[in-house]
């Protein structure tokens, strides 16, 4: 497996921004599809943004729609989660997943990272 480090998680005030990393060590990402889910306290893990490496084809989950954005670096073999005007609603801890384009699920993930908004 090629690990998923994640990292830019952190305290921070409702109405203010966060951009999150995924790197991977290893193989380019050029065969798959790279996401962001969250896990909020007491709650499902719940899906927030996907993209396609290769193509930068984008989707995302109701919760993110307008506020964040993922994008990539194909130079640092990186995945980004740009997000704007945060809510206490969206602490959680964030993963990063990995999978192949074509399959169906994700076959690595990270270890996590908090996000804390306060009121």
């Known amino acids: 497996q090629v690990p998923l480090v994640e990292s830019g998680g952190g305290l921070v005030q409702a109405g203010g921004s966060l951009r999150l990393s995924c790197a991977a060590s290893?193989?380019?990402?050029?065969?798959?599809?790279l996401a962001w889910f969250r896990q909020p306290p007491g709650k499902e893990r719940e899906f927030v943004a996907r993209?396609?490496?290769?193509?930068?084809?984008?989707a995302y989950g109701d919760s993110a729609k307008g506020r964040f954005t993922i994008s990539r670096d194909i130079t640092k073999n990186t995945v980004y989660l740009q997000m704007n005007s945060l809510k206490p609603e969206d602490t959680a801890v964030y993963y990063c997943?990995?999978?192949?384009?074509?399959?169906?699920?994700?076959?690595?993930w990270g270890q996590g990272t908090q996000v804390t908004v306060s009121s």
């Open positions: 993209i396609t490496y290769s193509s930068g084809l984008t």
């Open positions: 290893g193989r380019s990402f050029s065969r798959y599809r």
């Open positions: 997943a990995r999978g192949l384009v074509g399959d169906v699920g994700y076959d690595s």
